[in-house]
């Protein structure tokens, strides 16, 4: 390999986020800035090359590995090209394997953000040491990524994983992929905040209609804690949601564990009593002791896994 050092790349539709990782996924350092996701493909791009050199200045290019980039899809990873990302503009059909490799002058490994994050609980969070997991990312959107026999699995065009897409109400919620009855639709933390304004608009009483601006998951499952029973009410609904989603995943992927990640995982001590309780209801008798758990990184599992496939990139180049 002919650098110990990677460079993390995790692209969303909020934020651009880089760092610094070494070969034990220690993050040594660290820059972001909001995504300017309006301005089009070379524009954050540039974002991308900037926060890069940022992270890297002061390494020798042979001291490096790599980038790894997770990203928002759906994304070919074979060819390396985003096929269409709906929450930045003009990333479709765009190569971003390559650009992004020109101007760094590095090798890049490009990845779904759901597995990519997978990958990183996988080798350093929640899942190490399995060879069957399930991650789910419980965020804007709901995401994911699989371990299976101990494979990442990747697809078709390396496109598995989408697990926020599998229907989930008969002609339900229009979902931002433009089907309808998505588990994303009903069980992310944009759906979740959606039915709260529209409940809190017909209980008067609730403490979250003196919430000043658009409400939020946090104003919720704050007000939940101080006993507003709409809150409640809300915060159980959204773990019966996850719970039945998450009791799907296991008859699909029989994982020995499933790992919860994304910003609504921030509240998986206060979800978890009912997502367990949902999964046992729904879940067939032999998938029931199935554990479910926070991801262990957090918000850097992502990165981390980038970093993770900079590394394979160049090991798998340097094989006969």
Same mark, same amino acid.
């Given at each position: 390999?002919?650098?110990?050092?990677?460079?993390?790349?995790?692209?969303?539709?909020?934020?651009?986020?880089?760092?610094?990782?070494?070969?034990?996924?220690?993050?040594?350092?660290?820059?972001?800035?909001?995504?300017?996701?309006?301005?089009?493909?070379?524009?954050?791009?540039?974002?991308?090359?900037?926060? @890069?050199?940022?992270?890297?200045?002061? /390494?020798?290019?042979? !001291?490096?590995?790599?980038?790894?980039?997770?990203?928002?899809?759906?994304?070919?990873?074979?060819?390396?090209?985003? &096929?269409?990302?709906?929450?930045?503009?003009?990333?479709?059909?765009?190569?971003?394997?390559?650009?992004?490799?020109?101007? /760094?002058?590095?090798?890049?490994?490009?990845?779904?953000?759901?597995?990519?994050?997978?990958?990183?609980?996988?080798?350093?969070?929640?899942?190490?040491?399995?060879?069957?997991?399930?991650?789910?990312?419980?965020?804007?959107?709901?995401?994911?990524?699989?371990?299976?026999?101990?494979?990442?699995?990747?697809?078709?065009?390396?496109?598995?994983?989408?697990?926020?897409?599998?229907?989930?109400?008969?002609?339900?919620?229009?979902?931002?992929?433009?089907?309808?009855?998505?588990?994303?639709?009903?069980?992310?933390?944009?759906?979740?905040?959606?039915?709260?304004?529209?409940? @809190?608009?017909?209980?008067?009483?609730?403490?979250?209609? @003196?919430?000043?601006?658009?409400?939020?998951?946090?104003?919720?499952?704050?007000?939940?804690?101080?006993?507003?029973? /709409?809150?409640?009410?809300?915060?159980?609904?959204?773990? !019966?949601? &996850?719970?039945?989603?998450?009791?799907?995943?296991?008859?699909?992927?029989?994982?020995?564990?499933?790992?919860?990640?994304?910003?609504?995982?921030?509240?998986?001590?206060?979800?978890?009593?009912?997502?367990?309780?949902?999964?046992?209801?729904?879940?067939?008798?032999?998938?029931?002791?199935?554990?479910?758990?926070?991801?262990?990184?957090?918000?850097?599992?992502? /990165?981390?896994? @980038?970093?993770? &496939?900079?590394?394979?990139?160049?090991?798998?180049?340097?094989?006969?």
């Amino acid at each position: 390999m002919s650098g110990h050092y990677a460079i993390g790349i995790d692209l969303g539709g909020t934020q651009v986020r880089t760092a610094l990782i070494d070969v034990d996924g220690k993050i040594l350092k660290r820059a972001s800035e909001p995504t300017r996701a309006k301005d089009g493909a070379d524009v954050v791009i540039d974002q991308i090359v900037r926060l @890069a050199a940022c992270v890297s200045d002061g /390494l020798q290019q042979a !001291e490096l590995a790599g980038a790894g980039v997770s990203s928002p899809g759906p994304l070919d990873t074979t060819a390396g090209v985003a &096929l269409g990302i709906p929450t930045i503009a003009g990333f479709a059909g765009y190569p971003m394997r390559e650009e992004i490799g020109r101007r /760094l002058s590095l090798p890049v490994a490009l990845e779904n953000d759901g597995i990519a994050a997978a990958i990183g609980e996988w080798t350093f969070g929640a899942g190490r040491g399995r060879d069957n997991l399930v991650y789910v990312t419980v965020s804007t959107g709901i995401g994911g990524g699989v371990i299976a026999d101990g494979r990442v699995l990747r697809g078709r065009r390396g496109m598995a994983g989408h697990v926020g897409h599998m229907s989930f109400v008969q002609d339900g919620e229009l979902c931002v992929c433009g089907g309808r009855g998505c588990f994303e639709a009903y069980g992310s933390g944009t759906a979740f905040a959606q039915r709260a304004r529209a409940a @809190a608009l017909d209980d008067p009483s609730s403490s979250l209609n @003196a919430v000043r601006g658009e409400l939020s998951s946090e104003d919720v499952f704050g007000a939940a804690a101080k006993g507003d029973r /709409l809150a409640q009410a809300l915060v159980r609904q959204e773990a !019966e949601i &996850l719970g039945r989603g998450f009791a799907a995943l296991l008859h699909l992927y029989s994982p020995e564990v499933l790992v919860m990640g994304g910003g609504l995982s921030s509240q998986f001590g206060t979800l978890e009593a009912g997502i367990v309780q949902t999964m046992r209801v729904h879940a067939m008798p032999a998938f029931r002791d199935t554990p479910v758990m926070p991801a262990e990184l957090g918000s850097n599992a992502g /990165l981390a896994g @980038a970093a993770v &496939l900079a590394f394979e990139r160049v090991r798998q180049a340097g094989r006969p």
